[in-house]
Nanobody
């Protein structure tokens, strides 16, 4: 059973920083793509940032220049460094990945970690 475990969420004041971590229970080399999504109350889940196995990254326009996604292959972990946080960044943040087993690809989700930014 593949597990993604997020950590690093919490309460921070506007302008502050947090670093989220997502530890995968499988070799990161099976993972073709990882991403961070978020869902605020009453809103749809949205992609925040993604990183491919080739280290190509993409970001939502709302976080460009403030958030950075990275990966540590030795630790099977992906990070989301969040700087200059705003109250509108408040949401549950979910880790997501696509992993390849043979010719099939499966999608997995973590349980989420709460990020709250106070004004």
């Amino acid at each position: 059973q593949v597990q993604l475990v997020e950590s690093g969420g919490g309460l921070v004041q506007a302008g502050g920083s947090l670093r989220l971590s997502c530890a995968a229970s499988l070799s990161i080399f099976r993972i073709t793509r990882m991403g961070w999504y978020r869902q605020a109350p009453g809103k749809q889940r949205e992609l925040v940032a993604g990183i491919t196995s080739g280290d190509n990254t993409n970001y939502a326009d709302s976080v460009k220049g403030r958030f950075t996604i990275s990966r540590d292959n030795a630790k099977n972990t992906v990070y989301l460094q969040m700087n200059s946080l705003k109250p509108e960044d408040t949401a549950v943040y979910y880790c997501n990945c696509d992993a390849a087993f043979g010719t099939k690809t499966y999608e997995y989700w973590g349980r989420g970690t709460q990020v709250t930014v106070s004004s």
